[in-house]
């Protein structure tokens, strides 16, 4: 057990929204509409929707059940359970890590925008493209990355009770308003209709291909934050009368709702500038100014939503590194500050490793060509590492413990009435983990 005091949410409705706060930032609003761009729209929608809950829902609530029920961090969660699966645990703790080599720049991109929303983002009068491409070049791109490490590693290190429970509140709810505002500007926006066609009207033949199955079922893992840890850590401070399976259940709806509105917003918007919807990882950086600037106080809309991407951003860097700060602490006997200082530090050597190291991969069916430590930690965690963590927590919770296991956690130890037990307990021991073996053989090209 570890011999620190182990924080607590205040309560169930501070749980949910800190668990989709993992969720709803750059999972939602940066990736899911790039991911959906380069995979059809609505064909990756569909297939999107279906993962989420066939897959992603099911893990999470395994994953819950340890945390809760082991209060310790994901290596020690799984080993108290059972001593040979504690490496179940470090597969999360590596996805953990890999993350935090990418993500904190994407972060440091909204921070930027925010910033420069109010400087030359729209007074220089150059197209986004370029200055999007501009600032990718400058040292500012690292200056924001380390300042976005320092801004979660203050929070981390006072704890999270007090600064990321209150924060998300407010964060969650204020994102919403602002998606719904943006959804409902651009939707009189010239050339509009055709985004919303190829976002809403699913191309059968492209929904149900290998590749945008496999693609839909990583964006479910990243958007969830699940197989890495994050859940299972999050869970080990919940109290013990929170229902698992409505907080899971509020989690993904949460998340759903936001992917689905960050396309409404991005697609027309695409459309309507002319811009290519497989423009990539750039794309909500290039795509948003377009809508902002056409609006009465451009700079005031623009710095107010990347302030809130910021915000959410946030959250989500604060539950990684939590990952990493509870093994540390609770795995290696360090202070609660050794082990943030040593994960902020581990975070700033891999992020300047993605931002300055570029190669050609050809190995395992891995294929990229002028690629950097950024594109590969992003297809490892979320096609790899999430999805097998997520597989083997699946046959964990279901084959490895008993059934009594997800049972009482599922229902608080008889306190409730768990009908969605039977259904929740056949899909992870059949359903989802058959679906994830299966998109994983056929992404390897075995048949």
């Known amino acids: ?233 999050y869970a080990s401070y919940f109290k013990k009368d929170n229902n698992l399976t409505g907080t899971s259940m509020s989690v993904a709806l949460l998340t759903l709702m936001v992917a689905v509105l960050a396309g409404l917003v991005i697609f027309p918007a695409v459309f309507s500038a002319g811009l290519e919807p497989a423009e990539g990882a750039s794309l909500i950086f290039n795509t948003l100014p377009e809508i902002f600037k056409d609006m009465p106080f451009a700079a005031v809309w623009s710095a107010a939503f990347f302030l809130l991407l910021t915000l959410a951003s946030l959250t989500s860097t604060i539950s990684f590194h939590e990952v990493l700060t509870a093994y540390f602490a609770e795995e290696h006997k360090l202070s609660r500050k050794w082990a943030t200082r040593l994960t902020s530090a581990l975070s700033i050597a891999l992020c300047m490793l993605s931002l300055y190291w570029v190669f050609d991969i050809d190995f395992a069916g891995i294929k990229m060509e002028n690629a950097s430590c950024f594109d590969l930690f992003d297809y490892v965690t979320a096609n790899i590492l999430m999805p097998l963590g997520g597989l083997l927590t699946c046959i964990f919770v279901a084959w490895r413990m008993k059934p009594e296991f997800l049972r009482d956690e599922m229902t608080n130890y008889g306190k409730l009435k768990g009908r969605a037990y039977p259904l929740l307990r056949f899909a992870l021991r059949f359903v989802t983990p058959l679906l994830i073996i299966y998109i994983f053989i056929k992404n390897l090209g075995l048949f």
């Open 1 to 233: 057990m570890s011999e620190q005091p182990r924080a607590s949410f205040g309560g169930k409705l501070s749980a949910i929204l800190v668990a989709a706060g993992s969720a709803i930032g750059l999972g939602s609003i940066w990736r899911f509409p790039y991911m959906a761009g380069e995979n059809g729209g609505a064909a990756f929608l569909l297939v999107y929707l279906l993962c989420v809950f066939v897959v992603g829902i099911p893990v999470m609530l395994g994953e819950f059940a340890v945390g809760r029920a082991t209060k310790l961090n994901a290596v020690g969660g799984f080993r108290s359970l059972s001593r040979p699966w504690r490496w179940l645990g470090y597969n999360g703790v590596l996805g953990a890590l890999l993350i935090s080599g990418y993500y904190y720049i994407v972060a440091g991109w909204s921070l930027e925008y925010m910033v420069s929303s109010f400087g030359n983002l729209y007074s220089s009068g150059a197209p986004f493209s370029e200055q999007f491409a501009a600032f990718q070049a400058s040292p500012r791109q690292a200056i924001y990355t380390v300042i976005f490490i320092l801004l979660t590693h203050l929070i981390i290190i006072r704890g999270v009770e007090k600064g990321i429970e209150k924060a998300s509140k407010v964060m969650m709810p204020a994102l919403l308003v602002i998606l719904v505002i943006m959804a409902v500007r651009v939707a009189f926006m010239p050339g509009a209709a055709e985004g919303y066609r190829f976002f809403l009207n699913p191309d059968f033949k492209v929904a149900f291909s290998p590749n945008t199955i496999f693609t839909a079922i990583g964006q479910a893992f990243f958007s969830l934050s699940v197989g890495m840890g994050c859940m299972v850590t």
